[in-house]
């Protein structure tokens, strides 16, 4: 015997009501001009069938109703992990549903979860990772898409950007090691090249040549814990060591740390100095307190959802700050 029940329709409520189908529809839209009596018999109706608005269905002819559509890669990651938590519960606080596609960050995946948005009508999209050609960004756009580009850089126009001043924030870097007396400098990285780590490498080293200064970058594989281990290793087993290391993520600064205190045997910060980017959470723990700098995620959330709301805007170029977080991995200035 099947225990699977199918959903009640408006038309059976209608039937056990006694009512018209559009009765039923004015009761569950808010401001709708329906009669008392009506309302009463019709949520009664609907209380004994367990009934429930598919707005799903609603959706395709109301714009509120209609899912966002969040795109992202490696989720699991701690700092993609957090915006996706702070992106998707901004936007449910504005009473909109949200639709996730999970991509593996390549051209041809992102392409596909575009796609699959405009299939399901999704109300706009929200690019957490990945870079979508601009030819089919601007087919979402031009069928009635809103599209939002977190740290994907600004290399045409169309959609909203938001990004963070990388620029600013890797002079600021450069500095804070520069006055605690470090001169020589080592870069760890990954082989993303996503637009956000281009964007810190070309910007700190930009920093270093300009003091004059040399810089050693170490490219070893995927954004990844066992990433910033590899690093380590290769960098820190050369004759000339570098004093000062920035690492892109807070997440290769982790397996850097580790390794460079447990199989070099470094002080940290006396030896060497090491910061990090993203304020994850790890960032904080007593086993590391790295310095590093703050991805906003809930600034940028709040961009979103700002964006989502207003429906005037259509093209932006959004730019937040990133602010230092002064641990115990860089010397007391």
């Known amino acids: 015997m099947s225990s699977s029940r199918k959903f009640a329709s408006a038309e059976e409520v209608a039937r056990l009501?006694?009512?018209?189908?559009?009765?039923?529809?004015?009761?569950?839209?808010?401001?709708?001009?329906?009669?008392?009596?009506?309302?009463?018999?019709?949520?009664?109706?609907?209380?004994?069938?367990?009934?429930?608005?598919?707005?799903?269905?609603r959706g395709l002819s109301q714009e509120s109703s209609r899912p966002v559509c969040l795109v992202g890669d490696h989720l699991s990651s701690p700092f993609l992990s957090s915006l996706l938590e702070a992106v998707s519960r901004h936007i449910q606080a504005l009473g909109r549903a949200v639709?996730?596609?999970?991509?593996?960050?390549?051209?041809?995946?992102?392409e596909g979860a575009l796609h699959q948005a405009l299939k399901y009508r999704a109300s706009a999209i929200v690019v957490l990772s990945g870079a979508?050609?601009?030819?089919?960004?601007?087919?979402?756009?031009?069928?009635?898409?809103?599209?939002?580009?977190?740290?994907?850089?600004?290399?045409?126009s169309g959609p909203v950007h938001i990004?963070?001043?990388?620029?600013?924030?890797?002079?600021e870097a450069f500095e804070l090691f520069y006055r605690v007396g470090c001169r020589s400098f080592g870069?760890?990285?990954?082989?993303?090249?996503?637009p956000s780590l281009l964007a810190r490498e070309q910007a700190f080293t930009r920093a270093v040549n300009e003091a004059g200064l040399s810089i050693t970058t170490v490219?070893?594989?995927p954004t990844q814990y066992a990433t910033g281990q590899a690093a380590a290793r290769a960098l820190l087993a050369r004759s000339q060591r570098p004093d000062a290391v920035l690492c892109t993520t807070d997440l290769l600064a982790c397996g850097f740390l580790d390794t460079?205190?447990?199989?070099?045997?470094?002080?940290?910060p006396q030896d060497l100095c090491v910061m990090g980017f993203d304020?994850?959470?790890?960032?904080?723990?007593?086993?590391?307190?790295?310095?590093?700098?703050?991805?906003?995620?809930?600034?940028?959330?709040?961009?979103?959802?700002?964006?989502?709301?207003?429906?005037?805007?259509?093209?932006?170029?959004?730019?937040?700050?990133a602010q230092p977080v002064w641990r115990s991995t860089i010397r007391p200035g």
Request: glycine letters at 4%; proline letters at 3%.
């Open 279 to 321: 304020n994850i959470e790890q960032a904080s723990w007593q086993s590391y307190e790295l310095t590093t700098f703050h991805h906003p995620v809930e600034e940028i959330a709040a961009c979103i959802v700002k964006q989502l709301a207003d429906e005037d805007v259509i093209s932006q170029m959004i730019q937040l700050p």
């Open 219 to 221: 490219r070893e594989g």
């Open 187 to 194: 870069l760890v990285t990954s082989t993303a090249c996503t």
């Open 260 to 268: 460079a205190r447990q199989s070099f045997k470094l002080d940290i």
């Open 17 to 57: 009501a006694g009512v018209s189908r559009s009765a039923v529809s004015r009761t569950f839209t808010d401001g709708a001009s329906v009669s008392e009596e009506t309302r009463r018999k019709v949520l009664a109706a609907a209380a004994e069938l367990n009934y429930h608005v598919n707005h799903l269905a």
């Open 99 to 110: 639709m996730l596609i999970n991509t593996s960050g390549e051209p041809e995946a992102v």
């Open 163 to 171: 990004t963070l001043d990388h620029e600013s924030a890797m002079q």
């Open 132 to 156: 979508p050609a601009e030819s089919l960004v601007q087919t979402c756009i031009q069928s009635g898409l809103r599209v939002v580009l977190v740290n994907r850089g600004h290399e045409f």
